[in-house]
């Protein structure tokens, strides 16, 4: 019986041993999933650093140039160079503003870039799209851009970049703001930074500042007067109780720290129309008021007049006729009324026009 027994013992631990083998043959191994035990690393996990890349010192492009007894251009220049920033001269348009930047790039991002351009909302900015191209509207900038005709900001800018345009009027101009935001518009984009006020340099007594502006319009050679004016503005702008109007219409500087002042300025309009191959009749004009009741009647032509957001009878309109054109001029003088912001606190001086201070510059 025990030797039935070891037999026995024997006979299975042989059949055990022998079965992996019989599998192998037939190559079929069959094994049970284990689940894997991950040891926990005691190590802590790696994280991503973001690098702060120094950004390079702020620069300027005066682009523009003084006409006649002018001094907009030169003022800033000094003012720009007097705090010791690098002031770049000679680029008149956004296309040579673009390629200098990208030209003069190198690994570290441009900081705060500060374009000087005379403008106001009405008569626009006073800088080129591309070279010896039209002057930058929403309209023209947007073609520029369309059509590929301007350069592309290359990857010289990051988010903390500011592009500080130094050009009166143009936070007004909201489509604009936004059409120059997409003609710098990079890899990371930058912030494009106006201010809603008049901009100022080479004041009396501060070489930089800004200023609240009032316009009052009349057509060029027509003045109702300086008492009439006063009146109108007076009722156009209800809300600011601290001006004397008439003395500030009669006043071309600020005498005082905060004293109201007025500057001039003059918008034309010229408009062709050529009746040699049409069945259209030219009209014919005998007075003033028939020139602008035929304008009224033309719906492209109030589009282009709407824009100024003037009323008609503020132009002094003429007309003329050559060959088969007829030619219609108008004109209108602005005067704006210009309001330095002062400290409402304090010493009399003028507010210090800060980028980071939001209630001075908008931000796009």
């Not at 296309?95 to 705060?112: F, M, R, S, V």
């Not at 007594?205 to 027509?222: D, K, R």
């Not at 008439?246 to 129309?273: C, D, H």
């Amino acid at each position: 019986m025990k030797t039935f027994l070891k037999n026995s013992v024997l006979a299975a631990g042989l059949i055990v041993l022998s079965t992996p083998f019989i599998s192998c043959d037939k190559k079929e191994i069959k094994t049970e999933k284990e689940p894997i035990i991950v040891a926990e690393s005691n190590f802590p996990k790696e994280e991503k650093v973001e690098v702060n890349i120094e950004a390079r010192s702020p620069i300027v492009f005066i682009a523009g140039f003084d006409k006649g007894n002018e001094t907009f251009y030169a003022n800033a220049r000094r003012y720009f160079k007097e705090k010791g920033l690098k002031v770049i001269d000679g680029q008149y348009s956004l296309e040579e503003i673009i390629t200098w930047l990208n030209k003069n790039a190198n690994q570290n991002p441009y900081g705060e870039i500060h374009i000087v351009n005379q403008s106001n909302p009405y008569k626009g900015m006073n800088l080129e799209t591309i070279i010896r191209g039209e002057k930058i509207t929403t309209e023209t900038l947007r073609k520029s851009i369309t059509q590929g005709t301007l350069p592309s900001l290359k990857n010289v800018v990051n988010n903390n970049s500011k592009i500080v345009f130094h050009a009166s009027g143009l936070v007004e101009n909201t489509a604009l703001l936004k059409t120059l935001k997409d003609a710098f518009s990079a890899k990371k984009l930058p912030k494009v930074i106006a201010s809603p006020y008049h901009t100022i340099f080479g004041g009396k007594f501060a070489n930089h500042y800004l200023a609240q502006p009032y316009y009052v319009f009349y057509p060029t050679a027509n003045s109702p007067g300086k008492t009439d004016l006063s009146k109108e503005i007076a009722k156009k702008y209800p809300e600011e109780k601290d001006i004397d109007w008439y003395e500030a219409l009669n006043n071309e500087e600020e005498r005082y720290v905060g004293e109201a002042y007025t500057k001039q300025f003059s918008i034309p309009i010229k408009w062709e129309f050529g009746f040699h191959n049409t069945d259209d009749e030219m009209p014919i004009f005998t007075m003033q008021e028939e020139v602008m009741d035929w304008i009224e009647q033309q719906p492209e032509l109030m589009v282009e007049l709407n824009k100024y957001n003037i009323p008609i009878e503020k132009f002094r309109w003429s007309w003329n006729v050559k060959n088969s054109t007829l030619i219609i001029r108008g004109r209108t003088t602005g005067l704006v009324v210009l309001k330095p912001l002062i400290k409402p606190y304090g010493d009399l001086k003028h507010i210090k026009p800060d980028t980071n201070n939001k209630r001075l510059y908008a931000m796009k």
